[in-house]
């Protein structure tokens, strides 16, 4: 048989994944593997969803998708974090922040482009970077500086081929949020070198320490940068897939011309959910983002009482500790733990080189498992 996707057949599996797969085959297990809400979407939101689909919205949208949704949106954008983005011609509903990211780069990139992505980072990031005919290129950050981004770093890795820069904050995994003085430093950079920038905003909601800085917003920023956002995190609606791209109209109007020959547009009843989500469900957000706050609290404080240094998490809902003390590589750590005491973290190293040394744990878990999680933690650590 003639040969497949050298790109693709390139690209290896999820490590995350790896490890979700071998926890779902073994009892007792506590995951904090997977970055997913265990909160159910709220009840309001499913209401509106059950509405659509028994008043027979179950019809295609506009590619772009529905009007109202992309007014709230744009809206939200502007009163809070003074991000001005058109809903008309600036504004893409897509089929979660996954597909946003892959529209981004396919519009961005021709064939041998480079991309920097600073690293440690979601797994997603680097193959979407290479599927789109791009090269991703590596920019280190370090645990003992936040992981903020050092745009200085950034400026060292630029050649003639470099396109954008590709980043989130709250970052996946590290629980980052950079700081904005680090955001302004790469927009200069970014209108120095004429690159444009990917801000994957995910999890702007779940921003715990300080305020979250919105990319697109920052003085210089808007004409060149691609702010991604969606649904699944904060409102708990990660199978819904409803996320979306702000970006600048030439750029927006490419990726809806992608879309609209790939996906036509995300699910019309899952837009309608969206809707209600953003005009009537922000006290039920502000709740689970409190929660959250809660379990951080508790579970990078037990961390540190077992003996494993970690870094604040500012945002998101991911623990990054360091687990060097261990004298372990962070996969044989996490397949001894998950072994041993049956709780499943992801090794940090399938984030990139500086995760190395460092496991990621979510605490979007249940805070009666996670204090069970620090017993198991402790006790696999003394068993060293």
């Not at 991911?318 to 261990?326: D, G, L, T, V």
Request: aromatic share 8%; glycine share 8%; with cysteine.
């Amino acid at each position: 048989m003639r040969p497949l996707n050298d790109v693709i057949s390139a690209c290896p599996p999820s490590g995350i994944r790896r490890f979700f797969d071998i926890a779902s085959e073994m009892d007792d297990v506590i995951s904090l593997g997977v970055g997913e809400p265990d909160f159910v979407t709220p009840w309001r939101v499913r209401e509106a969803g059950i509405y659509a689909l028994e008043h027979g919205y179950t019809t295609y949208t506009s590619n772009a998708g529905l009007p109202e949704l992309r007014q709230l949106i744009c809206e939200g954008l502007k009163q809070r974090y003074g991000a001005d983005y058109s809903w008309q011609d600036e504004c893409l509903i897509t089929t979660g922040v996954s597909e946003g990211l892959d529209l981004t780069l396919r519009v961005l990139l021709n064939p041998g482009d480079e991309v920097i992505v600073p690293e440690p980072c979601y797994v997603a990031y680097e193959p979407c970077v290479a599927f789109a005919g791009g090269t991703p290129v590596r920019v280190a950050t370090r645990w003992e500086d936040g992981f903020a981004i050092d745009p200085a770093a950034i400026e060292g890795a630029i050649t003639p081929r470099t396109k954008a820069v590709l980043l989130g904050s709250p970052a996946n995994p590290t629980g980052a949020v950079q700081p904005r003085e680090a955001l302004e430093g790469l927009v200069r950079l970014a209108e120095e070198h004429d690159l444009y920038l990917v801000s994957d905003e995910i999890y702007d909601r779940l921003t715990y320490v300080g305020t979250h800085t919105c990319l697109g917003a920052l003085p210089g920023a808007r004409e060149r940068t691609v702010v991604l956002g969606g649904f699944s995190k904060a409102q708990a609606m990660t199978g819904w897939r409803v996320g979306w791209i702000c970006a600048p109209q030439p750029v927006a109007e490419l990726a809806v011309r992608v879309h609209q020959y790939t996906m036509l547009c995300a699910p019309h009843i899952s837009q309608l959910a969206a809707v209600e989500a953003l005009a009537h469900a922000d006290d039920e957000v502000t709740a689970m983002v409190a929660d959250y706050d809660r379990r951080r609290r508790v579970f990078v404080k037990g961390l540190r009482e077992t003996g494993l240094e970690c870094p604040e998490p500012q945002g998101a809902f991911y623990a990054f500790p360091s687990i060097r003390s261990s004298g372990l590589d962070s996969e044989t750590f996490a397949e001894k733990l998950l072994h041993a005491e049956h709780v499943a973290v992801v090794p940090g190293s399938v984030f990139g080189p500086s995760g190395e040394g460092h496991v990621r744990c979510s605490y979007a878990t249940a805070l009666p498992l996670l204090e069970e999680a620090l017993v198991r933690i402790d006790r696999f650590l003394r068993s060293l």
